[in-house]
Each structure stands twice: as C-alpha cells, then as structure tokens.
C-alpha cells in the first residue's frame, strides 16, 4: 500500500520537507494541532500514552508534551516555542526532544484548503546541520534495527532459561 | 534454532553490508567471495545463509557451483533509510486523520 505522507529530503541539505494530504476539511486538521485533547488523541499509539503538559497556541506562546510507555515510564518529552499562529493557515514553532543530541529545530506547518472537505498540510523542518537532520532522518531506521536485535535478544534469552 | 530473519538484522553487520557491496557488480561463488575477507570460511557462509534466508541474496545453481547475486527488489526496501521515518509520520497521520473524523460526527 502506498503510504500517503511524502518526505523530500535532498542530499546535503539540512532541512526536510513533510507533506500529507488528508480526507478532513483544513479547519479540522488545524484544530487536531492546537487542541490538547486532540492532539494526546493523536499523538498516542499502543505503545505510548500521550500527554499534552503545556500548550498554549498563539504567538510567542509554549508547549511541552511527554509520552509513557505501558508501565507509566517516561519514554519521551519535548516541546518548543510557537512564534506565529495564524488560524488555519500557519505555525511556525521549534521543537526540541529533551535530553536528546539532536538540538532544537525549526517546524513550519502550513495549512492549505483543496476542497471543502480535504486539505493539505506542508511540513517544513529546518535543522541546524546537514549531519542533525541525518540523525533524526536514521532514528527510525536505527530503531527498526535495534527493534531486531532485542527480539533476537528476547527469544535467546527464553531459550537459554528452558 | 529457527530465528526469523530481517532485512534489518542483515544489514545491521559490517561483514554483511561488504558482501552485499560485492556482489552488487557481479555474481559470485561462496569461495569467491569468503576470498575477500580474513574471517574463516564457515563464518562467511554462516553471514551468506543469514542474507539469503532474508532475501538480500539470491541463489543460482550453474553446473557444480552455487553463485550469490544482489536481490536488489529486496534491497530496496533498505537502501532508502528514510522509509521507516515516512511509516513513522504516515502511521502518525493516519491516527491524526481517524481521530478527527470521529471527532466531526460527535459534533
């Protein structure tokens, strides 16, 4: 199946470009950003549970999210500053995970009407180094690796104990 | 033991990754390419079993000799390390689209 998010990231360059179609109307993909409630809906998954900490959407305000895996643990917490917000256009707000190496990065989300019931969103992301936004790209792909190893680890480990 | 095996898990080793370098030109017999390398010949087999059992690699008999060449459909699905960032993003944006939805009709 075709995924329908494209990511454009050239060779060399240190930002990236996130784009995604979505079967809402552009007012409802707004709000899925500056609503709480919506946004730990959202942002949670059957690993982690979601938790908006702050998140105070208008201009030169703030927001910080943490997550908690099945046994309450803090697997991640980030947040940033928002520097403009225009309703159902526009946020432009860094974002930097804490306690991580990557440093804080630029996010640009523009907002874009197709029809009366689909939009667009734009995702422009801006890293400080060509070597930062290779990083973040590989996070992913390196826990995808380290997702085989501790399976291998797991099924070794249950084999030696029988 | 019967571990499953993944693309993963395959590319995860330098050794690997050099095998899968090598063939990328041309196929190549085990003695081949266990030439290239200082490790003993069982482990260049053991590292030429793990990348055939996950499909990196395909086999072609030819006479008494069994070649090694680069399946590269297969490859693909690893040479492009941002794919796992794109699932990331897709699966999050799904969820965000199917929150949303339900949030429409409750209103």
Redesign the interface.
Known sequence: MELKTKVAAEDGKHDLLITREFDLPVELLFKAFVDPVLVEQWMSNPHATAKVLKLESAKHGSYQLQSTDAQGNIVFRGGGVIHELIPGLKITRTFEVEGAPFGAQLEVYGFEKLTDGTSKLNMHVIYESVAQRDMVLKMPFAQGINMAHNRIQEILGSQKQS | ?N?RR?V??A??DPTRRAILLLVASHSMTAGAIAANFDTARPTVSKHLQILTECELLAQEQTGREIYYSLNSEKMKEVAD?????????????????????K??TKK
């Open positions: 033991m571990l993944d993963f898990q590319i995860a390390f941002i794919e796992p960032f794109r699932k990331m993003w897709d699966d999050q944006f799904n969820k965000l689209e199917e929150v949303m939805k949030y429409k």
